[in-house]
């Protein structure tokens, strides 16, 4: 895993968790094109190939760390 992709990690738990997702899954947690930290959380095969669904993360799921403003992450452009 990168050194970029490390840094938005708040804790062990949430890196462990993205860093052992099998392809094509991973990288489950990036960074969108406006800076908004994002996370896969649903993968489906269409017949134009792999389709996904993402979600913006604001409070980290294991230790509760805010990492981003909620209101601003509502704003996701792709």
Known sequence: MSDALNEIFCCDALREVA????APAAPTIYRSDDG??????????????????DQV??????CGTNLQDTEAAEKVSH
């Open 57 to 62: 993360i604001a409070h980290c799921p294991f």
């Open 19 to 22: 860093a052992e997702l099998p």
């Open 36 to 53: 908004k930290l994002m996370m896969v959380v649903g993968l489906i095969q269409t017949e134009e190939g792999l389709g996904y669904l």
